[in-house]
């Protein structure tokens, strides 16, 4: 038992953990992952691994928000399924997004969200040129 301990005994300086292995692994690791490479002995999940990690701390360098991407990456595949769904159940037909009213309001909605900070910021450059109502 005592051998089984220390293959997987890590050194840590200053925040980082030294691997033991680290080298026949082809990385250093920030923190142990033990569970990534043993449930399909696959090299990709490891590297799925480490991009997903990049991803990550890409966006929180550049600010952005990492919590609705998690809830973009679970609701996802849920979505994309009912959106094939109400297009079986309509044979192809994309008006039934358009002529139902919560669907239609929920459209509504969403575009406002995701065209009104642009507009409203071409606003604001417009009228800071003096293009607004009365402008000689």
């Not at 026949?24 to 043993?38: F, I, L, M, Q």
């Not at 929920?106 to 293009?131: D, E, F, N, S, T």
Request: charged share 15%; net charge positive.
């Amino acid at each position: 038992m005592e051998e089984f301990v220390q293959e997987f005994r890590t050194l840590r300086l200053d925040g980082w953990y030294i691997c033991p292995h680290a080298a026949e692994a082809g990385c250093d690791c920030r923190k142990p992952k033990p569970g990534t490479y043993t449930p399909n002995n696959s090299v990709f999940d490891l590297v799925l691994l480490y991009l997903i990690g990049l991803v990550g701390f890409l966006m929180r360098r550049f600010g952005f928000p990492i919590a609705p991407a998690v809830v973009g990456m679970i609701l996802g595949p849920m979505v994309e399924q009912q959106f094939r769904r109400a297009l079986a159940i309509t044979q192809g037909d994309y008006s039934i997004f358009f002529t139902r009213p919560i669907s239609a309001t929920l459209l509504a909605i969403a575009a406002v969200v995701l065209l009104g900070p642009p507009v409203l910021r071409l606003v604001r450059v417009w009228r800071a040129r003096g293009g607004g109502v009365g402008a000689s």
